[in-house]
Structure formats: structure tokens, C-alpha cells
């Protein structure tokens, strides 16, 4: 729509190029003011900006508390114009030592725990900065970083923290943007200290070299880390890759020879209740064969007990089997993406991250050593002027008593500089004591050491880079790892064999039973081989359709109409004498499509599958078990064709019939054996489809079920031919289902 009032600004811009223009707009916003970190104080806009609205609230670490609503009120007022709920989140996991290595931020009151639970209202909880917030701010206040206005103009804040701590790689960060992510685990402060020491003595070190310094991630909620050494050099080589982190568990024996399993620490950011949860549902869909029970006995510590089904259950094995199916081992991404030290987004190695903060310390330590002698200077010429004072007393009283303005006389009698002379008229009457102008040269004498030193460090790299270093080891003696909070929580074990596989089905109870399945797909089993139905009932307009004899141990193959084969695990079937379940609710099966086959898995043993459009294929049955519920494609399928049959091989010849009633029998070795495809024609049709297909051992003839009876016809060859001919009439008395059985 056009503003005639304003044609002058209307500009004809195509509809893709605005929307593209407004996204990137968007894209930027998000990637530089709200999900990336930045390389040299490791935070993030919000956290920034929630640290230096409690330094203005005066929350220094030896303060007391004030309410997270007054703090959260300042940041969202003065500095982020965004919601309430999403600053007060951040301040949360900023006081959280579960979920971050070293808290900025010590919270007073419930702020939520590892169970998942939210932290209580931000107006029941208080909220002050720690010592590591107070390193993250040191020197602030001393121009060391640069300042910007903030949203509404009113006010300033720090683009980045001076951060004599190296917040980054100690505390990580995770953030998703648009079309980008990061994700940087947690590490020990004591580790990279070693790290940047090393870096600062050898600036060309390898990341190698560095990695044997800081050997990986140190997580706030322990665990151990299994990955390989190779894969862990890799990641932190290239910037991306992960972690593999495991529950620290221990065997606590019991009476009579039996044991239970203590889990004392869980992997990093996992929810304890919803872990629990996560058991006890595998529990009841017995998909834990050799746990019996977990009880969950945590107080401040963790204190997870698993007791296994029997007490000669390898406890190794046992855990294993958790480790696969549950969070108590999970992957930790490594995506050292962030923001470098001119706001470009990109991924970093270690090595660039620690050259990256060194170098941002070394410019913290330019900034701050000028301001400092810019105030030494500054401080000097007033003493300066002090002294001049302190050697003419009587001359200075009597050209205050006779001038009403004595300030350009005095620096025209004494030579003095405007600061000089407005430092001596604000001066008390009780700084001319003789004890004042002893202080006075002494303060003179500390200060001219003090910059002459500083002089010396401006213009020597090698003396600034001693300092650093000389910053960065007292740093490490604060987070030693002989401390509370700067021990190592993480350990390190070997990594796992791959090639070990646990049979669970060997662990599962041997027992017989029946399997019934309906027409509609109705699924149970009962205990014991029955001989008849007797006893079997089905849901009104449905009957039974399979019947088999199975063991609990045994694995049952079902074959649908859309070419795929699903697995189903006897032992977990719904057992009793209802109407069991829909297999629809074991497998994903969709309700078009229709079960063909359901048998008991042989491995050894081949099978011959087909079409309606007459194509088929021998295939090994080891190659068609699914490992996930959303089964096997086996059987690709033509234009408006589905799955009509799938057989045992069992002979030496292939029986083929047609909607037509035509049957063709040609040799077995005419068809080829494949893991996947249409396969090749069986028989040809000028109307109708495949109906049936079977195999047979030619000499004993062709054998079929009609009636509730079985059919024998031994001569049958004017039905032999060649495969994909069309075949004869079928012999007399054929079942007028056009199934062999």
C-alpha cells in the first residue's frame, strides 16, 4: 500500500529480496545477541548483562542476597528488552552447580535440582555474585573493555567482561541459532591453566600438546568419559565431535552371596526422575531381562540402587545392558562455535579458543595499564602541587585572604596547572599538617615506582605476557584441583569393545507357549503347546487366522502386504485369555496393510516372497529380522502392487498360481536369491494377479489344503515349464480358494 504523504520514502522492492533481507536481519540477530558465546568471556548477551546488573546492585560475593525480582527488574529495564521469564531462567542456571562447573552466581532458596524440578518464583529466591563473577568483572571500572549504550539510550554497557577466568572452556555454553548451533562442554579450570601456561611459553604448540594438558571435558555431575583418546585429540583438533559418558556405578555385596548396584553419579544434564521413569517403563515392557527392581534412595547426594534378577548376573553385563537402553550413558556433542574477538561467527580448535582468550587478556592488560598510569599521572602533578604548597604556606593564606578569586593568581605565583591549583583550593584546612606532607611524599615515592613499572610493561611484550602468566598461575592455585570446587569430578576409563554382544534372549526364562493371532490382528499368547482353540475367544466379527507353537526365547516374523518384515519378541506378547493386543501396537504396521505370514524365526532357513503382480525372490530369513519397530523393506513393490505371499523353502521346485486358476511349476535355480528387491517374473498374466506360491520336492508331486483336507496330485508334469510362462489350469479338485494351504 502506498503512503502518498510520504511518497518521497516508498521504494519498489521485490517480495523475496524484502523477506530476504528481513531474515538475514533476524539470522544476525539471533546468531550475535542471543545463542553464540563469545570467544573471550564465554557468555552469552543475557549473561553478561545479568552479571554487570548485579555488580551495579552492589551483589559482590561478600554482600548479602537481594531478591532475583529486583535483580532480574534492572537487567530487563536497563539492558535486555526481552522477557522476564527467559532472564530469570538464565540467572537460574547461572546459580545451579549441577548444571554449571563454576556458578557466577550463589543462589539462596529452591533453585530447582537435578531431578528436573523448576526453581521456585524469583520472588522467593535471592541471588549474589561469586568470586568467579567477581574475576569475570575484575578491572571493569578501569576502561579495560569497551562500553555501549543500551537499548533505549539511557544507560552503558560492556560489550564483553575483561574475564581474568576462562569462562568459555570452565563453564561451556550451548545455543541454538539460525542455521548454526554450539555446544561446548564443561572443563577443569586447573587443566586449562596448564594449558594457557603452555601456550603462553610456546606459542606455536599443537593442539596434540594441548590436549595432553587439558585431556578432555570436567563436568559438574562427575561421571566417566570413555570415549577413545584418538576420537577425543580429533575433536578437539577439528572443533567438532563428542563425548561418551557413563554413570559411575559400584557393586555393594549382600547377604547370602547376592549384590545390588549403587549408581553414586549420573551423565551431565539428565534429569534423575525422568532417567528413573525411563527404567521403570523398559522394566514393565520387559525389556530388561536381567533387572528385577530400582529403588531410588537420594537425598543432597545421588543414590541409585538396581537390583539384578539373580544373583549370578555378571553386575558388567547387567549395567551394560542399561548403558544401551537408557541415559545412564549418552553422548556429549563437542561444537566449539562461537563468536571471535570481532563478532564473526565461526568454529574454533582448542587451540584458537585459548590463543583467542590470551589474546583478549593481553589487550585487557594494555587497557588497564594505561588507564592506570593515566590516573598515576594524573595523581602525581596534584601531589606535585602539594609539595609546592607545603614549601610556601605563608604565601599561599595570604593570597587566599586578599583575592576573592585566588585561583589564577596562585598558578601565576607558583606555576601550578589548573588541576593543580583546583586540587590545593579544595584541599581541608586539616591536610596542612606537617604528618600530611610526610604521607605526601611518601604516596609520591610509591606512585612514581608504580609508573615508571608500568611504563616498562607498555613497552615490553615479553614482560606482559610474564604477567599474564604470572595472573593465570594464581588463578590456578585459586581452583587447584587439591580444592572442593576445583577437583577433578570427571574420570576417564577405557573405552568399551564394540564387538561385545549380549544375547539377552539366552537370559530370558525358556518356556512354551501358543501364539494366536486374528484376522483383524489380534495378538496373545498363552502358556503351554495347546493342541486345539478350545477356550480361544475372539472379538465379534473376527476368527483366528494364525496359530503357532513357540518358546519364550523365540523370535516371530511377520510379513506384511507392503513388502516389510517386523520383528516381535515372544516374550514380550501379550500374555492371557483376552483378546490380547493389536500387533498394530508392537510394530509400526499401517491399518491398510495386511499380515501375510507370521512364523517362528529359523535363521538358517530361506524364504520365497511375492508379489501380486507376479515377481518374486529367494531370500535368507537371518537377513530379514528388524531391528526397530518400523520393520524391513524385503520386497519392493510395482505400480499398484502389494505383497501377496511369502513361503518357507522347502523343496526343490516353485509352484506358482494366478487369480486365473493357472499353475506353473518351474526349478528353484531359476529364481535368484536376493537381500532386497522386486526380483524376477514367477508367471505372466493376461488378467488377474499372482494368487499363491509354494515350494515342493518334484517327486513327491504337489500338495495342497481344501476342505479341512490335504491333497496330494503326484503327476504333475504338464504343469512344469519355464519360469515366467503363463501356465495351465490347475488340477481337478484345486481348492477354489487358490491357496495352497
Given at each position: 500500500?502506498?503512503?502518498?504523504?510520504?511518497?518521497?520514502?516508498?521504494?519498489?522492492?521485490?517480495?523475496?529480496?524484502?523477506?530476504g533481507e528481513?531474515?538475514?536481519?533476524?539470522?544476525?540477530?539471533?546468531?550475535?545477541?542471543?545463542?553464540?558465546?563469545?570467544?573471550?568471556?564465554?557468555?552469552?548477551?543475557?549473561?553478561?548483562?545479568?552479571?554487570?546488573?548485579?555488580?551495579?546492585?552492589?551483589?559482590?560475593?561478600?554482600?548479602?542476597y537481594?531478591?532475583?525480582?529486583?535483580?532480574?527488574?534492572?537487567v530487563?529495564?536497563?539492558?535486555?528488552?526481552?522477557?522476564?521469564?527467559?532472564?530469570?531462567?538464565?540467572?537460574?542456571?547461572?546459580?545451579?552447580?549441577?548444571?554449571?562447573?563454576?556458578?557466577?552466581?550463589?543462589?539462596?532458596?529452591?533453585?530447582?535440582?537435578?531431578?528436573?524440578?523448576?526453581?521456585?518464583?524469583?520472588?522467593?529466591?535471592?541471588?549474589?555474585?561469586?568470586?568467579?563473577?567477581?574475576?569475570?568483572?575484575?578491572?571493569?571500572?578501569?576502561?579495560?573493555?569497551?562500553?555501549r549504550?543500551?537499548?533505549?539510550?539511557?544507560?552503558?554497557?560492556?560489550?564483553?567482561?575483561?574475564?581474568n577466568?576462562?569462562?568459555?572452556?570452565?563453564?561451556?555454553?550451548?545455543?541454538?541459532?539460525?542455521?548454526?548451533?554450539?555446544?561446548?562442554?564443561?572443563?577443569?579450570?586447573?587443566?586449562?591453566?596448564?594449558?594457557?601456561?603452555?601456550?603462553?611459553?610456546?606459542?606455536?604448540?599443537?593442539?596434540?600438546?594441548?590436549?595432553e594438558?587439558?585431556?578432555?571435558?570436567?563436568?559438574p555431575?562427575?561421571?566417566?568419559?570413555?570415549?577413545?583418546?584418538?576420537?577425543?585429540?580429533?575433536?578437539?583438533?577439528?572443533?567438532?565431535?563428542?563425548?561418551?559418558?557413563?554413570?559411575?556405578?559400584?557393586?555393594?555385596?549382600?547377604d547370602?552371596?547376592?549384590?545390588?548396584?549403587?549408581?553414586t553419579?549420573?551423565?551431565?544434564?539428565?534429569?534423575?526422575?525422568?532417567l528413573?521413569?525411563?527404567?521403570?517403563?523398559?522394566?514393565?515392557e520387559?525389556?530388561?531381562?536381567?533387572?528385577?527392581?530400582?529403588?531410588?534412595?537420594?537425598?543432597?547426594t545421588?543414590?541409585?540402587?538396581?537390583?539384578?534378577?539373580?544373583?549370578?548376573?555378571?553386575?558388567?553385563?547387567?549395567m551394560?545392558?542399561?548403558?544401551?537402553?537408557?541415559?545412564?550413558?549418552?553422548?556429549?556433542?563437542?561444537?566449539?562455535?562461537v563468536?571471535?574477538?570481532?563478532?564473526?561467527?565461526?568454529?574454533?580448535?582448542?587451540?584458537?579458543?585459548?590463543?583467542?582468550?590470551?589474546?583478549?587478556?593481553?589487550?585487557?592488560?594494555?587497557?588497564?595499564?594505561?588507564?592506570?598510569?593515566?590516573?598515576?599521572?594524573?595523581?602525581?602533578?596534584?601531589?606535585?602541587?602539594?609539595?609546592?604548597?607545603?614549601?610556601?604556606l605563608?604565601?599561599?593564606?595570604?593570597?587566599?585572604?586578599?583575592?576573592?578569586?585566588p585561583?589564577?593568581?596562585?598558578?601565576?605565583?607558583?606555576?601550578?596547572?589548573?588541576?593543580?591549583?583546583?586540587?590545593?583550593?579544595n584541599?581541608?584546612?586539616?591536610?596542612?599538617?606537617?604528618?600530611e606532607?610526610?604521607?605526601?611524599?611518601e604516596?609520591?615515592?610509591?606512585?612514581?615506582?608504580?609508573?615508571?613499572?608500568?611504563?616498562?610493561?607498555?613497552?615490553?611484550?615479553?614482560?606482559?605476557?610474564?604477567?599474564?602468566?604470572?595472573?593465570?598461575?594464581?588463578?590456578?592455585?585459586?581452583?587447584?584441583?587439591?580444592?572442593?570446587?576445583?577437583?577433578?569430578?570427571?574420570?576417564?576409563?577405557?573405552?568399551?569393545?564394540?564387538?561385545?554382544?549380549?544375547?539377552?534372549?539366552?537370559?530370558?526364562?525358556?518356556?512354551?507357549?501358543t501364539?494366536?493371532?486374528?484376522?483383524?490382528?489380534?495378538?496373545?499368547a498363552?502358556?503351554?503347546?495347546?493342541?486345539?482353540?478350545?477356550?480361544?475367544?475372539?472379538?465379534?466379527?473376527?476368527?483366528?487366522?494364525?496359530?503357532?507353537?513357540?518358546?519364550?526365547?523365540?523370535?516371530l516374523?511377520?510379513?506384511?502386504s507392503?513388502?516389510?518384515?517386523?520383528?516381535?519378541?515372544?516374550?514380550?506378547?501379550?500374555?492371557?485369555?483376552g483378546?490380547?493386543?493389536?500387533?498394530?501396537?508392537?510394530?509400526?504396521l499401517g491399518?491398510?496393510?495386511?499380515?501375510?505370514?507370521?512364523?517362528?524365526?529359523?535363521?538358517?532357513?530361506?524364504?520365497?516372497?511375492?508379489?501380486?503382480?507376479?515377481?518374486?525372490?529367494?531370500?535368507?530369513?537371518?537377513?530379514?529380522?528388524a531391528?526397530?519397530?518400523?520393520?524391513?523393506?524385503?520386497?519392493?513393490?510395482?505400480?499398484?502392487?502389494?505383497?501377496?505371499?511369502?513361503?518357507?523353502?522347502?523343496?526343490?521346485?516353485?509352484?506358482?498360481?494366478?487369480?486365473?486358476r493357472?499353475?506353473?511349476?518351474?526349478?528353484?535355480?531359476?529364481?535368484?536369491?536376493?537381500?532386497?528387491?522386486?526380483?524376477?517374473?514367477?508367471?505372466?498374466?493376461?488378467?488377474?494377479?499372482?494368487?499363491?506360491?509354494?515350494?515342493?520336492?518334484?517327486?513327491?508331486?504337489?500338495?495342497?489344503?481344501?476342505?479341512g483336507?490335504?491333497?496330494?496330485?503326484?503327476?504333475?508334469?504338464?504343469?512344469?515349464?519355464?519360469?515366467?510362462?503363463?501356465?495351465?489350469?490347475?488340477?481337478?479338485?484345486?481348492?477354489?480358494?487358490?491357496?495352497?494351504?
Amino acid at each position: 500500500m502506498r503512503n502518498t504523504a510520504n511518497s518521497s520514502e516508498i521504494r519498489d522492492i521485490g517480495f523475496a529480496k524484502a523477506l530476504g533481507e528481513r531474515y538475514l536481519a533476524y539470522a544476525l540477530s539471533t546468531i550475535m545477541s542471543r545463542s553464540l558465546p563469545d570467544v573471550r568471556d564465554g557468555l552469552k548477551p543475557v549473561h553478561r548483562r545479568l552479571l554487570h546488573a548485579m555488580r551495579e546492585l552492589h551483589l559482590d560475593p561478600g554482600s548479602g542476597y537481594k531478591k532475583c525480582a529486583r535483580v532480574v527488574g534492572d537487567v530487563i529495564g536497563k539492558y535486555h528488552p526481552h522477557g522476564d521469564v527467559a532472564v530469570y531462567d538464565a540467572l537460574v542456571r547461572l546459580a545451579q552447580s549441577f548444571a554449571v562447573r563454576y556458578p557466577p552466581i550463589d543462589g539462596q532458596g529452591n533453585f530447582g535440582n537435578v531431578d528436573g524440578d523448576n526453581a521456585a518464583a524469583m520472588r522467593y529466591t535471592e541471588a549474589r555474585l561469586t568470586e568467579v563473577a567477581r574475576l569475570l568483572l575484575e578491572g571493569i571500572d578501569e576502561d579495560a573493555v569497551d562500553f555501549r549504550t543500551t537499548y533505549d539510550g539511557e544507560a552503558v554497557e560492556p560489550v564483553v567482561l575483561p574475564a581474568n577466568f576462562p569462562n568459555l572452556l570452565a563453564n561451556g555454553a550451548s545455543g541454538i541459532a539460525v542455521g548454526m548451533a554450539t555446544n561446548i562442554p564443561p572443563h577443569n579450570v586447573d587443566e586449562i591453566a596448564v594449558a594457557l601456561l603452555h601456550l603462553i611459553k610456546f606459542p606455536k604448540a599443537t593442539v596434540a600438546k594441548l590436549v595432553e594438558c587439558m585431556p578432555g571435558p570436567d563436568f559438574p555431575s562427575g561421571g566417566i568419559l570413555v570415549e577413545e583418546p584418538a576420537s577425543i585429540l580429533e575433536a578437539y583438533r577439528t572443533g567438532r565431535g563428542s563425548f561418551r559418558l557413563r554413570a559411575r556405578w559400584e557393586v555393594e555385596k549382600r547377604d547370602r552371596g547376592s549384590y545390588q548396584i549403587l549408581v553414586t553419579e549420573i551423565p551431565y544434564q539428565v534429569p534423575k526422575a525422568r532417567l528413573i521413569q525411563k527404567i521403570a517403563d523398559l522394566l514393565h515392557e520387559k525389556k530388561l531381562p536381567l533387572l528385577e527392581n530400582i529403588r531410588d534412595e537420594s537425598d543432597e547426594t545421588i543414590r541409585l540402587l538396581f537390583e539384578p534378577r539373580s544373583r549370578n548376573v555378571d553386575p558388567a553385563v547387567l549395567m551394560e545392558s542399561l548403558f544401551r537402553q537408557t541415559d545412564l550413558e549418552v553422548r556429549i556433542g563437542l561444537n566449539l562455535n562461537v563468536l571471535d574477538g570481532v563478532g564473526v561467527p565461526r568454529v574454533m580448535d582448542l587451540r584458537e579458543a585459548l590463543q583467542a582468550y590470551l589474546d583478549h587478556r593481553h589487550d585487557v592488560l594494555l587497557r588497564r595499564s594505561k588507564f592506570r598510569l593515566g590516573k598515576i599521572e594524573e595523581r602525581l602533578e596534584i601531589l606535585e602541587g602539594y609539595r609546592i604548597v607545603y614549601l610556601n604556606l605563608d604565601k599561599l593564606i595570604r593570597i587566599l585572604r586578599k583575592e576573592d578569586e585566588p585561583k589564577k593568581p596562585l598558578m601565576k605565583a607558583f606555576k601550578l596547572s589548573d588541576l593543580q591549583a583546583e586540587a590545593i583550593l579544595n584541599m581541608r584546612l586539616r591536610a596542612l599538617r606537617r604528618l600530611e606532607e610526610k604521607r605526601i611524599g611518601e604516596e609520591f615515592d610509591r606512585l612514581s615506582k608504580e609508573g615508571r613499572n608500568l611504563r616498562a610493561l607498555l613497552k615490553d611484550k615479553a614482560k606482559r605476557w610474564k604477567a599474564i602468566a604470572n595472573e593465570i598461575a594464581e588463578l590456578r592455585k585459586s581452583f587447584s584441583k587439591k580444592t572442593a570446587l576445583g577437583r577433578r569430578r570427571t574420570s576417564f576409563d577405557m573405552a568399551p569393545v564394540e564387538a561385545v554382544d549380549i544375547d539377552f534372549e539366552t537370559m530370558i526364562e525358556k518356556e512354551p507357549i501358543t501364539v494366536f493371532c486374528s484376522e483383524k490382528g489380534w495378538i496373545r499368547a498363552m502358556k503351554g503347546h495347546l493342541a486345539d482353540e478350545k477356550g480361544v475367544k475372539y472379538k465379534e466379527g473376527d476368527g483366528p487366522k494364525f496359530t503357532l507353537h513357540a518358546e519364550t526365547t523365540d523370535r516371530l516374523l511377520l510379513f506384511a502386504s507392503n513388502g516389510r518384515f517386523y520383528t516381535l519378541s515372544a516374550d514380550r506378547l501379550p500374555r492371557g485369555r483376552g483378546h490380547g493386543e493389536p500387533v498394530r501396537l508392537l510394530v509400526d504396521l499401517g491399518n491398510e496393510d495386511a499380515i501375510l505370514a507370521l512364523f517362528v524365526h529359523t535363521p538358517e532357513a530361506k524364504l520365497l516372497v511375492a508379489s501380486s503382480d507376479g515377481r518374486g525372490f529367494v531370500t535368507e530369513e537371518a537377513g530379514v529380522v528388524a531391528q526397530t519397530r518400523a520393520g524391513k523393506q524385503v520386497l519392493n513393490l510395482g505400480k499398484d502392487a502389494v505383497a501377496r505371499a511369502c513361503t518357507r523353502v522347502a523343496g526343490n521346485h516353485v509352484a506358482v498360481i494366478g487369480e486365473n486358476r493357472k499353475l506353473l511349476i518351474f526349478p528353484l535355480k531359476d529364481l535368484p536369491e536376493m537381500g532386497r528387491g522386486r526380483g524376477n517374473i514367477l508367471q505372466r498374466y493376461q488378467k488377474g494377479r499372482l494368487s499363491d506360491v509354494t515350494t515342493l520336492v518334484l517327486k513327491e508331486g504337489l500338495t495342497w489344503q481344501s476342505g479341512g483336507r490335504t491333497r496330494n496330485e503326484p503327476d504333475i508334469k504338464d504343469w512344469i515349464g519355464k519360469r515366467s510362462g503363463a501356465g495351465r489350469i490347475a488340477p481337478k479338485g484345486f481348492a477354489k480358494s487358490n491357496r495352497f494351504g
